[in-house]
């Protein structure tokens, strides 16, 4: 059996007396998406930011693509081919959509080739507002943009924060189609509270409380496990 892509083993994150993270152990492999759920406050993005380097976990041990990923700046991480999105989107506001791209492609170690560049623009239909300012934009637009500065640096996984966080159900709906799409792009890891996107969306889930992993599998078997629901969801149809 192959290695997986990304190996989490025994995260442990304690900020003064209080453990966000408590011996997280998650492992991906390369083409799945993991969908990671659980309360506000449970760890989910705490575990991202570990992951990606801008927190440096109390301890534990992670690797990517068999190589370790810890002590590493969030830079050089995104050069080994992992990159994430945020709950609040992070675009340069101040710039338009095309300098924004700019700004991504300059900032990778391997972007993509302008072909390939284009062809990304057009498949998240943003053509057409390359010289619109990106603070301007809708919401929408606006986490299309920031999905495509981190596909721009040619991923090998992306971890999104909460996606469709923010959007009508129409734009919901349309995400969802996208990130179906993104996964013949890349592996994609995603925190969400929309059942509907892990649902639709992941291979497996990982469950976290407290800070902790109660339960890990197909979304069919963890959205209907009596403790997720007790401790989570609240009802089997959430």
């Not at 623009?121 to 934009?137: F, H, P, Q, S, T």
């Not at 500065?149 to 959007?167: F, N």
Request: charged share 25%.
């Amino acid at each position: 059996m192959s290695a997986p892509l990304l190996d989490a083993r025994s995260v442990t994150m304690r900020f003064g007396g209080v453990v966000a993270l408590r011996d997280v152990c998650v492992a991906q492999m390369a083409g799945e998406t993991l969908g990671m759920i659980g309360p506000n406050g449970s760890g989910k993005t705490t575990f991202v930011n570990v992951i990606t380097g801008h927190l440096a976990p109390t301890s534990g041990a992670v690797d990517f693509a068999g190589r370790p990923l810890l002590g590493r700046k969030p830079h050089r991480i995104a050069d080994a081919g992992l990159t994430r999105t945020y709950q609040a989107v992070r675009v340069f506001r101040e710039l338009t959509v095309r300098d924004n791209i700019a700004t991504a492609l300059v900032d990778a170690e391997a972007p993509l080739a302008r072909a390939e560049v284009d062809e990304a623009i057009g498949w998240l239909a943003l053509g057409g507002r390359l010289d619109a300012v990106a603070g301007g934009l809708t919401l929408y637009e606006q986490r299309r943009l920031e999905l495509l500065m981190r596909l721009v640096q040619r991923p090998k996984l992306i971890m999104l924060d909460e996606p469709v966080g923010g959007l009508s159900s129409v734009e919901v709906r349309a995400m969802i189609g996208l990130l179906a799409e993104l996964k013949s792009r890349c592996s994609v890891f995603v925190i969400e509270h929309t059942m509907k996107v892990i649902r639709e969306l992941a291979d497996r889930v990982v469950v976290l409380l407290a800070g902790e992993k109660i339960a890990d599998g197909p979304p069919a078997e963890i959205l209907t496990d009596q403790r997720v629901i007790e401790k989570y969801l609240g009802s089997a149809d959430a």
